[in-house]
T-cell receptor, first 109, second 114 residues
């Protein structure tokens, strides 16, 4: 079992809709969870971080964490073509950040 | 300001060359990282420096040699690389190495080994 799992996609969402990205992790002791956005050929850019169970909202982005289910998600409301990118879920392990394989998201105008 | 800078942006080198990648941050962060990223893969950790000391080496071949001259600078010295070492090399920093610390990435150096 991979430590951090994401559906690689591609996930295709119409413009203006809600994009839902999901991530599961195996280490029950994990405390910190991050979402990075990476455009093709660019470096990862931090979108959100979440430490506590529940929802955390920042503009059009909402991160959701459920530690009992070992599940973290990212919702993007009112999706825009500029949101088309690969989204990396990252979980803080014992000594390092563990990344999922990334989900490629395409927003269709 | 959450800026990490990296130079050069692009680098082409032969297998017998010696080159260096440079990373700089002025956020007062005490942990700095080197990652390697191949196409369509997530970043892969190479080295971690914590308070200017090497704290993690992920079994990286000796042809990659990191150096942390001070708390703001991180170098990666390259020697006798192989074509399969061609990748995007990312530097990141975090306020500290604690488990909750957020890592901020630089723009990367795209390396091509011929």
């Amino acid at each position: 079992q991979k430590e951090v799992e994401q559906n690689s996609g591609p996930l295709s969402v119409p413009e203006g809709a809600i994009a839902s990205l999901n991530c599961t992790y195996s280490d029950r002791g994990s405390q910190s969870f991050f979402w990075y956005r990476q455009y093709s050929g660019k470096s990862p850019e931090l979108i959100m971080f979440i430490y506590s169970n529940g929802d955390k909202e920042d503009g059009r982005f909402t991160a959701q964490l459920n530690k009992a289910s070992q599940y973290v998600s990212l919702l993007i409301r009112d999706s825009q073509p500029s949101d088309s990118a690969t989204y990396l879920c990252a979980v803080q392990g014992a000594q390092k950040l563990v990344f999922g394989q990334g989900t490629r998201l395409t927003i269709n105008p | 300001d959450t800026e990490v800078t990296q130079t050069p942006k692009h680098l082409v080198m032969g297998m017998t060359n010696k080159k260096s990648l440079k990373c700089e941050q002025h956020m007062g962060h005490r942990a700095m990282y080197w990652y390697k990223q191949k196409a369509k893969k997530p970043p892969e950790l190479m080295f971690v420096y914590s308070y200017e000391k090497l704290s993690i080496n992920e079994s990286v071949p000796s042809r990659f040699s990191p150096e942390c001259p001070n708390s703001s600078l991180l170098n990666l010295h390259l020697h006798a690389l192989q074509p399969e070492d061609s990748a995007l090399y990312l530097c990141a920093s975090s306020p500290g190495p604690q488990y909750q610390e957020t890592q901020y990435f630089g723009p990367g150096t795209r390396l091509l080994v011929l």
